[in-house]
Structures are given as structure tokens and as C-alpha cells.
Nanobody, 114 residues
Framework: QVQLVESGGGLVQAGGSLRLSCAAP????????MRWFRQAPGKQREFVAV???????NYADSVKGRFTISRDNAKNTLYLQMDSLRLEDTAVYLC????????WGRGTQVTVSS
């Protein structure tokens, strides 16, 4: 079992920035791909970004150019830098351990206000 703990969410005005973190235990972190998803009220969970074990990244079109996913393997931590936030980015953000098994954190709330 892998326990993931997200942090860094909060309330921010449109156009602002936040950086989310996801702490992932164990040395296997570096060998796994990691993803961010988000879920807004009444909507399905949607993919945000992925960072592969080798460091390549990919993003949903809706966040491309505004969000940056990164990882620090020495700290077993995944990050999501979110800039130029929009009202429609409001959601619970969840990190996902994407390996031989899938694990999810409980999420951190991001609320963007006008």
C-alpha cells in the first residue's frame, strides 16, 4: 500500500498561482510514473498532467502552458506549479501513483475566485 498526501491547495484569485505537493513514501517513487488529476463538483475526474519516471511530461490541453509538473526523487515528492489560474481550475486535485498498481491521495482543494 502506498499512501500519498497532497498539500498546497487553497483559495486564490484568478490570475494567481499555487504550487501543489504530493508526498509519496519509499524508494520506489523514482521508478514510477506520477500523474495529477482533478475533480470539480458534479464532474468526472479528469487528467491534468503526467511525469514519467524518465522525466518526460505531458499535459491536458486545458492546462498546457499554465501548469508545470515536476518531481524531486530525492524527496519522494511530486509537484504541480499552477500559474494564470482560472475560475474553471477550481477542483479537488489528486495525485496518482501510476505503476504496477494505481494509488490515489485524498486530494487538496483548489478554489479560484474572481
Amino acid at each position: 500500500q502506498v499512501q500519498l498526501v497532497e498539500s498546497g491547495g487553497g483559495l486564490v484569485q484568478a490570475g494567481g498561482s499555487l504550487r501543489l505537493s504530493c508526498a509519496a513514501p519509499g524508494s520506489a517513487f523514482r521508478d514510477n510514473h506520477m500523474r495529477w488529476f482533478r475533480q470539480a463538483p458534479g464532474k468526472q475526474r479528469e487528467f491534468v498532467a503526467v511525469i514519467y519516471s524518465g522525466g518526460n511530461t505531458n499535459y491536458a490541453d486545458s492546462v498546457k502552458g499554465r501548469f508545470t509538473i515536476s518531481r524531486d526523487n530525492a524527496k519522494n515528492t511530486l509537484y504541480l506549479q499552477m500559474d494564470s489560474l482560472r475560475l474553471e481550475d477550481t477542483a479537488v486535485y489528486l495525485c496518482n501513483w501510476w505503476g504496477s498498481k494505481n494509488y490515489w491521495g485524498r486530494g487538496t482543494q483548489v478554489t479560484v475566485s474572481s
